[in-house]
């Protein structure tokens, strides 16, 4: 087995690296904080989480507040469980 061989595709690029280290450690977060804490525009963050959501990473629940409507995003239990298996590929990567 190759020291890359648990480093995930899906979490290379920047943007859902920082979705899903934002999840990992919230309970769940809106569209504008994500958008917020990340500094990206509308359109690149609604992709990557696309993306996140057809590999089944993170859990999409739209509601409305008051007349505005809200999308907030949580990472599924194998969103966690890929999350953490990339994150020590990385780790152990940087120690070799």
Do not use: C, W
């Amino acid at each position: 087995m190759g020291i890359i061989d648990n480093i995930n595709k899906i979490f290379d690029h920047r943007i859902r690296l920082g979705i899903m280290s934002i999840l990992a450690v919230n309970d769940d977060a809106d569209f504008n904080r994500l958008k917020e804490l990340l500094g990206v525009t509308d359109g690149n963050l609604a992709s990557h989480l696309k993306a996140l959501e057809k590999e089944e990473y993170i859990l999409v629940e739209k509601q409305f507040i008051g007349r505005k409507p809200n999308t907030r995003y949580s990472a599924t239990k194998l969103g966690k469980a890929e999350f953490r298996k990339h994150i020590t590929a990385l780790e152990k990567l940087l120690r070799k």
